[in-house]
């Protein structure tokens, strides 16, 4: 169970202190990324760290939080912040969640179980990638009793029966929200991983096509197509599995109603950066959007994602649920993008790197930290609660543009 007030991960580390335990992963956000690179071959610690092109929408992506201050108000007296916030109906525990990140085997032998434990024993939401690398029902299964997303590369319209198969499974695992993402249906051109001729499912192990491969449907279409199973031509299987799910092209705002029909619950699109999108949203009936720019994985010379959120929180806040991501590295980059008009941030590479480090140990200590540092950041700035009546811009100034 988690602690009800995150912050207080302070008194373990202290009270370890006294009887001289270190901590041996660190409290600083930007040295996981260094830790990781300590424990991870190079090839997957540049999949983890890699950017497409000169990198530039990911600089963006930093900088844009620093066009932001956090202003405090005094004699505030209140106790800490509630960090409870409302979704779709539901409430969340924190506004914090695991983003979904593909093939995490790559990371750790523990992939997948590791984290989405971790999740639930933090009670933060678990968000699970199409390219997992441990199956829809195993994840559910350590998720248990904890909060769980899925997350959808779409395979394109010929194969509409592998998508349905896929959000039955989701849905009967008790996955509760249908995350979209539509800016990957092509891999980015990603610098690090040419540069190491690296692709997450051309390797020799096959690791990042369980969902196929566990799939009724790609299982029974693979049979009839070579008359053999998926385990007797992996290569083949998983070269077929990933062009399924990145088929290149992109679907059209129409296709949206295909996922409807399979999908009863709360449908969010991952990966929108501009209003007119966000409209397109709300107008296809869509019931959230993450704005994301997939951490400048996919497209260089973007715009930071911090950037775009104001605009697109003010035309559509009041119609869909608003999720943040791409580039959050601690509390206060949380809290600004909740005052921006995001309920929920998902936090990307920094639990991949505490994944890394420390199965999952490493991404309880990430969440932990993030969320004790979210705590004390608002409570020191007289923000009682991340409610957006009272964490929105009023709390926050401007400082360059
Ligand atoms: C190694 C890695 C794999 C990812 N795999 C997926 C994925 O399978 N599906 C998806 O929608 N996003 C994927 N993402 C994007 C994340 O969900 C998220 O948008 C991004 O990491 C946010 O940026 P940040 O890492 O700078 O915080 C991946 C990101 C990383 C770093
Ligand atoms: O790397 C990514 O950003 C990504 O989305 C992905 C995930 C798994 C396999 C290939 C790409």
New binding site residues.
């Given amino acids: 169970m988690a602690a009800c007030h995150p912050h207080t991960y302070e008194n373990e580390i202290y009270a370890n202190g006294l009887k001289n335990i270190k901590p041996s992963i660190s409290f600083h956000p930007l040295e996981w990324e260094a830790q990781a690179k300590e424990v991870l071959p190079a090839d997957s610690f540049g999949?983890?760290w890699g950017s497409a092109g000169l990198r530039e929408t990911d600089d963006n992506?930093r900088a844009a939080f620093r066009k932001w201050a956090i202003l405090p108000s005094r004699l505030v007296k209140s106790g800490f912040p509630n960090l409870k916030t409302t979704l779709f109906g539901e409430e969340y525990n924190y506004p914090i969640a695991i983003?979904?990140?593909?093939v995490q085997r790559i990371f750790h032998p523990d992939a997948e179980i590791a984290a989405a434990t971790a999740a639930r024993k933090q009670a933060v939401t678990y968000t699970l990638?199409?390219?997992s690398s441990t199956s829809i029902e195993d994840v559910a299964k350590a998720n248990d009793s904890g909060s769980r997303w899925f997350?959808l590369?779409w395979p394109s319209n010929k194969h509409h029966d592998i998508t349905a198969s896929l959000l039955q499974r989701a849905k009967a695992a008790g996955y509760k929200v249908l995350v979209v993402?539509l800016d990957?249906y092509i891999l980015g051109w990603r610098p690090s991983d040419l540069c190491n001729a690296f692709n997450p499912f051309l390797r020799p192990d096959n690791i990042g096509v369980e969902l196929g491969f566990t799939d009724p449907v790609f299982r029974r279409q693979f049979r009839e197509r070579h008359h053999k199973e998926v385990e007797e031509d992996m290569g083949t299987a998983a070269a077929e599995w990933a062009r399924t799910i990145f088929p290149g092209t992109s679907h059209s705002w129409e296709d949206l109603q295909l996922l409807r029909k399979h999908w009863d619950g709360p449908i969010v699109l991952?990966g929108i950066q501009t209003v007119q999108d966000a409209q397109r949203a709300v107008k296809a009936g869509m019931q959230g959007i993450v704005v994301?720019n997939?951490?400048?994985?996919q497209q260089d010379g973007g715009i930071g994602s911090l950037d775009v959120l104001p605009e697109i929180a003010e035309a559509t806040k009041d119609k869909l649920e608003i999720i943040f991501?791409?580039?959050?590295r601690s509390g206060a980059d949380i809290a600004k993008a909740l005052a921006l008009g995001a309920k929920m941030i998902?936090?990307?590479?920094p639990y991949?790197y505490g994944l890394a480090i420390g199965g999952e140990a490493g991404v309880s200590h990430v969440l932990r930290s993030l969320l004790g540092d979210l705590e004390l950041t608002l409570h020191l700035a007289g923000i009682p609660s991340v409610s957006p009546e009272v964490l929105n811009d009023s709390v926050l100034r401007r400082i360059a543009s």
Avoid: E, M
Avoid at 99 to 102: D, E, F, I, L
Avoid at 294 to 297: M, N, Q, S, W
Avoid at 346 to 349: D, E, S, T, Y
């Fill in positions: 999949y983890v992506n983003a979904p990140v593909g990638s199409s390219a997350q590369y993402t990957t991952k994301s997939h951490g400048g994985r991501d791409s580039g959050v998902l936090i990307g590479r991949v």
